[in-house]
């Protein structure tokens, strides 16, 4: 497997509270993920970098904050989490040769009561 | 807005019997990939294909890439309790002209296999 851990791995938390998920990388590539995973809507980009301080949104990213202060970590913020926020979050990384294919991280699992 | 459709959304087996997934996507695909996601795991990347009617085997898997690039599909051979998991297919999301590795996933196929 690819170098990529999440932290934590497990977290709940309640409505109202900041929340912030690391993606830690030894990889060293410059491109990163965020995805949430729902049941029925199989995996959905929230946010993505491409190199430090270089961030863009994806589909779902409303609520959803990132940064990027290193190549090796990327955090996500909710900053104020929402009941509609508890999901399961991957990030996933992808060397700039084969861009399209990605290795993921263990994943996170957010429960937000 | 670009969408990647798959079906079924479940599929029950007996060992040994064969599996298929198909993914059908709204606008051409310039390629598209394939991961496998176990309980309990993350995805996995298992294949990318490029071109157009593109067939690629890995042991019992065949994966298919349709000739107008708009679909695909992922066949298995003879399923055994290890192929248990569900299956994505994904592929770039069109976003202006730069390839930023961005990828659209279909729902996935949640596979079951009956010892």
């Known amino acids: 497997d690819a170098g990529i851990t999440q932290s934590p791995r497990h977290k709940v938390t309640e409505t109202g509270t900041p929340v912030t998920l690391r993606c830690h990388q030894t990889e060293n590539h410059r491109y990163m993920y965020w995805y949430r995973q729902d049941p029925g809507h199989g995996l959905r980009l929230i946010h993505y970098?491409?190199?430090?301080?270089?961030?863009d949104k994806g589909e779902v990213s409303d609520g959803y904050s990132v940064s990027r202060s290193k190549t090796e970590d990327f955090l996500l913020t909710l900053e104020s989490a929402t009941s509609s926020q508890t999901s399961v979050y991957f990030c996933?990384?992808?060397?700039?040769?084969?861009?399209?294919?990605?290795?993921f991280g263990p994943g996170t699992r957010l429960t937000v009561l | 807005g670009q969408q990647v459709m798959q079906i079924p959304q479940y599929q029950h087996v007996q060992e040994g019997e064969d599996f298929t997934t198909y993914c059908n996507s709204s606008?051409?695909?310039?390629?598209i990939q394939w991961y496998k996601q176990r309980p309990g795991g993350h995805p996995v990347f298992l294949i990318q294909?490029?071109?157009?009617?593109e067939v690629k085997k890995q042991k019992r898997l065949t994966f298919q890439f349709g000739e107008a690039k708009k679909n695909s599909s992922l066949h298995i051979t003879a399923t055994q309790t290890t192929d248990v998991g569900t299956y994505f297919c994904?592929?770039?999301?069109?976003?202006?002209?730069?390839?930023?590795?961005?990828?659209?996933f279909g729902q996935g196929t949640t596979l079951q296999v009956k010892p």
């Open positions: 970098s491409y190199g430090v301080k270089d961030t």
């Open positions: 294909l490029v071109k157009s009617g």
């Open positions: 994904a592929g770039p999301l069109v976003s202006g002209s730069s390839n930023t590795g961005k990828l659209i």
């Open positions: 996933a990384i992808t060397s700039g040769t084969r861009l399209n294919e990605q290795f």
């Open positions: 606008t051409t695909l310039s390629n």
